[in-house]
């Protein structure tokens, strides 16, 4: 069974703040590690992906990935009270058929 | 360029009655996915369909659902004999070919059995 575990939270910081989110998965074979960004009532919204092991910045998101402890984070630098939502972390191995696997997501609330 | 496309946005239905969601993908994209989120939960897999065939329904309960995606025309996903705890947002998403590339998702349709 293949899993991924996120903390639900919810995580709270002040705006301004770096926002520091985790996900751990169960399946080895993982190659594709994606982070979704879900306001409340909408639907996923892609923010993130990375495929090779260190860091990807982009903007204020940087991805994290070490395949050896099979965890990967996102960090959310100068919070904004724009950047409350739901974080889905989200998994695939490239081998054809296989869907992507989400954790339940971590609530995000930056406070002004 | 339209995005996957989901139709009705909201859908009530009466216990034991039929739901039918509608999802058409990014133009030219032949692997459709649907996934369903409980409130407060995460997307659970249910469906991975390349046209006229199915590839993997694990996650689709056995009885009362279905899905097809056929050469002409939007994926459907079908439930049977709803009952309350088929309430929840069911999104679909495309993608281009068989390797999985991230994966965008359409607007979602909320059903409520009532």
């Known amino acids: 069974q293949k899993e991924v575990e996120q903390n639900s939270g919810p995580l709270s910081v002040p705006e301004g703040a770096i926002a520091s989110l985790n996900c751990t998965y169960s399946?080895?074979?993982?190659?594709?590690f994606f982070w979704y960004r879900q306001y409340s009532g909408k639907s996923p919204e892609l923010i993130m992906s990375i495929y090779s092991n260190g860091d990807k910045e982009d903007g204020r998101f940087t991805a994290q990935l070490n395949k050896a402890s099979q965890y990967v984070s996102l960090l959310i630098r100068d919070s904004q009270p724009s950047d409350s939502a739901t974080y889905l972390c989200a998994v695939a191995t490239i081998s054809g058929n296989t869907p992507l696997v989400f954790g339940k997501g971590t609530r995000l609330s930056v406070i002004a | 360029n339209a995005g996957v496309m989901q139709n009705p946005r909201h859908l009530v239905r009466r216990r034991g009655q039929e739901a039918r969601l509608r999802c058409s993908p990014v133009?030219?994209?032949?692997?459709v996915y649907w996934y369903r989120q409980l409130p407060e939960e995460g997307l659970k897999f249910m469906v991975y369909l390349q046209k006229e065939n199915i590839i993997d329904e694990s996650g689709m309960p056995k009885e009362r659902f279905s899905a097809e995606f056929p050469k002409e025309g939007p994926s459907i996903l079908r439930i049977q004999q709803v009952v309350r705890g088929d309430s929840a947002a069911y999104f679909c998403?495309?993608?281009?070919?068989?390797?999985?590339?991230?994966?965008?998702f359409g607007n979602g349709t909320r059903l409520t059995v009532t």
């Open positions: 998403a495309s993608s281009l070919d068989r390797e999985i590339s991230p994966l965008h």
């Open positions: 133009k030219g994209h032949s692997h």
């Open positions: 399946d080895r074979g993982s190659q594709s």
